[in-house]
């Protein structure tokens, strides 16, 4: 690290002289350049000139509380619209920039923003009440995370932790809200990737979409160089529809080509009355979990929905309308103990089709299910593709249960995988279905 100077000493010099950093990332010509020496650098750019473009240079590690920025408020996010970039001025080590402990969101109706050429990047135990608990993208702008990594393995680079939402309208994405069709998130060439306990808690009537991540256009995440791990977010809602614990998104999401373990843990949505799917994953795009040199493991997630009335479970680790193609991966493909479970009913219905444990292949089906659990493991409307993985491809101990009370109809497929369309597992090493089941009966 080259020495730096004493923050009075720096401050004096920028009153005198105008410096231009040179810098780590590429800064398009139209952003204005702004070297942060102190946290209180960024109050005089929250609440003023909210159509700038400004990048932001680090010049050492930079934490950011509410206590060193008077702007960051309850009631006000620490910065608000605009296109933003946050990067290391060049020459010097790459340096961490942390935000933490806020009860407002970090950015709010941020355009575009990047993050880039650092050597942390914390955002955590953000407390909010609307979308996005630490990031908002209201518009179809791109939120760029990339060269987060310090060159060690023992610890994830990027982070995002116990960001939370709690309201009683609907409002989605716990950690980061992207919305507009040409959205892009891009999570690359980091070290590692952490997104744990982030969530989501709706206290009424209304849905809730994305425990950690909710996008309505396409997420990559890709190319990164440690372990990529989602693990205990969740979504919840009292009374109405929960979907993707980890990752909500309308459109695609990639997961492709990164160099360790790709890990989602103890992720889950649950609602206590209406329909809950996709406990680590939601996705109505094509999922594309390929060419990751390292293993796969889906463990612990489910979708649960139980209470009074008609209950609906799809998708214990996954969810998906379109195609599923878990391929080419380097190591192990597992999915281990994921369920979905639904409980108590009113009604009745009635189906028809094709069963060939553990995969169910429906041909044709009346739905009116009251008690409905489908797809342990994984459930899809579409094609699933588990091919050519060099390690083993294991599905064991992921179940399906539908309880109701003895008049109430309960129905349970697929206990671990449910599909309505083809279904491919082909050219791996080893194939193992252990111990999945389905269960359906009285529990009231």
Same mark, same amino acid.
């Given at each position: 690290?080259?020495?730096?100077?004493?923050?009075?000493?720096?401050?004096?010099?920028?009153?005198?002289?105008?410096?231009?950093?040179?810098?780590?990332?590429?800064?398009?010509?139209?952003?204005?350049?702004?070297?942060?020496?102190?946290?209180?650098?960024?109050?005089?750019?929250?609440?003023?000139?909210?159509?700038?473009?400004?990048?932001?240079?680090?010049?050492?590690?930079?934490?950011?509380?509410?206590?060193?920025?008077?702007?960051?408020t309850d009631s006000?996010?620490?910065?608000?619209?605009?296109?933003?970039?946050?990067?290391?001025?060049?020459?010097?080590?790459?340096?961490?920039?942390?935000?933490?402990?806020?009860?407002?969101?970090?950015?709010?109706?941020?355009?575009?923003?990047?993050?880039?050429?650092?050597?942390?990047?914390?955002?955590?135990?953000?407390?909010?009440?609307?979308?996005?608990?630490?990031?908002?993208?209201?518009?179809?702008?791109?939120?760029?995370?990339?060269?987060?990594?310090?060159?060690?393995?023992?610890?994830?680079?990027?982070?995002?932790?116990?960001?939370?939402?709690?309201?009683?309208?609907?409002?989605?994405?716990?950690?980061?809200?992207?919305?507009?069709?040409?959205?892009?998130?891009?999570?690359?060439?980091?070290?590692?990737?952490?997104?744990?306990?982030?969530?989501?808690?709706? &206290?009424? /009537?209304?849905?809730? #979409? +994305? !425990? $950690? =991540?909710? %996008?309505?256009?396409? *997420?990559s995440i890709h190319?990164?160089? @440690?372990?990529?791990?989602?693990?205990?977010?969740?979504?919840?809602?009292?009374?109405?529809?929960?979907?993707?614990?980890?990752?909500?998104?309308?459109?695609?999401?990639?997961?492709?080509?990164?160099?360790?373990?790709?890990?989602f843990t103890d992720?889950?949505?649950?609602?206590?009355?209406?329909?809950?799917?996709?406990?680590?994953?939601?996705?109505?795009?094509?999922?594309?979990?390929?060419?990751?040199?390292?293993?796969?493991?889906?463990?612990?997630?489910?979708?649960?929905?139980?209470? &009074?009335? /008609?209950?609906?479970? #799809? +998708? !214990? $680790? =996954?969810? %998906?309308?379109?195609? *599923?193609?878990?391929?080419?991966?380097? @190591?192990?493909?597992?999915?281990?103990?994921?369920?979905?479970?639904?409980?108590?009913?009113?009604?009745?219905?009635?189906?028809?089709?094709?069963?060939?444990?553990?995969?169910?292949?429906?041909?044709?089906?009346?739905?009116?299910?009251?008690?409905?659990?489908?797809?342990?493991?994984?459930?899809?409307?579409?094609?699933?593709?588990?091919?050519?993985?060099?390690?083993?491809?294991?599905?064991?101990?992921?179940?399906?249960?539908?309880?109701?009370?003895?008049?109430?109809?309960?129905?349970?497929?697929?206990?671990?995988?449910?599909?309505? !369309?083809? =279904?491919?597992?082909?050219?791996?090493?080893?194939?193992?279905?252990?111990?999945?089941?389905?269960?359906?009966?009285?529990?009231?």
């Open positions: 690290m080259k020495p730096h100077l004493p923050i009075a000493i720096l401050t004096t010099l920028l009153s005198l002289t105008s410096i231009t950093s040179v810098l780590a990332a590429d800064i398009p010509a139209d952003y204005e350049q702004v070297d942060l020496w102190t946290p209180g650098y960024l109050d005089d750019y929250t609440a003023s000139d909210a159509a700038a473009k400004c990048a932001f240079i680090l010049w050492s590690d930079t934490v950011f509380t509410p206590q060193t920025n008077t702007t960051w006000q996010a620490l910065v608000t619209g605009r296109e933003h970039i946050f990067t290391t001025a060049e020459g010097y080590d790459p340096a961490a920039l942390s935000f933490t402990g806020g009860a407002s969101k970090v950015f709010q109706q941020v355009s575009c923003l990047t993050f880039d050429t650092l050597s942390k990047l914390n955002i955590s135990a953000q407390s909010e009440t609307s979308h996005g608990g630490s990031i908002n993208l209201e518009t179809s702008g791109n939120l760029t995370i990339q060269h987060i990594d310090d060159g060690q393995q023992d610890t994830a680079d990027l982070v995002f932790n116990n960001n939370k939402i709690s309201a009683s309208t609907s409002q989605h994405g716990g950690a980061i809200y992207a919305n507009g069709a040409d959205t892009e998130i891009n999570i690359s060439h980091n070290g590692g990737v952490q997104f744990s306990e982030n969530s989501v808690a709706n &206290t009424s /009537s209304s849905y809730s #979409y +994305g !425990g $950690a =991540i909710y %996008s309505t256009g396409n *997420i190319y990164n160089t @440690g372990i990529v791990q989602f693990t205990g977010n969740r979504v919840t809602s009292v009374r109405s529809t929960a979907s993707g614990g980890g990752i909500y998104s309308t459109k695609s999401i990639t997961i492709n080509n990164n160099a360790e373990d790709i890990n992720n889950y949505a649950s609602t206590q009355n209406s329909t809950t799917s996709g406990g680590a994953i939601y996705s109505s795009g094509n999922l594309t979990v390929c060419d990751n040199e390292k293993n796969v493991i889906f463990s612990g997630n489910h979708a649960s929905s139980n209470e &009074t009335d /008609s209950t609906y479970a #799809y +998708g !214990g $680790a =996954i969810y %998906s309308t379109n195609g *599923i193609n878990i391929s080419n991966n380097g @190591g192990n493909v597992c999915f281990e103990q994921n369920y979905a479970y639904s409980a108590k009913s009113e009604s009745y219905t009635t189906s028809s089709g094709a069963y060939y444990p553990p995969i169910y292949y429906p041909t044709t089906t009346t739905h009116y299910y009251t008690s409905d659990a489908k797809g342990g493991a994984i459930y899809s409307t579409g094609s699933v593709i588990i091919n050519n993985n060099d390690g083993h491809v294991t599905f064991r101990n992921n179940s399906t249960e539908a309880s109701a009370a003895s008049s109430d109809y309960h129905h349970a497929e697929g206990g671990a995988i449910y599909s309505t !369309g083809s =279904i491919s597992i082909a050219g791996n090493s080893v194939v193992t279905f252990e111990k999945n089941y389905e269960k359906q009966g009285g529990a009231y």
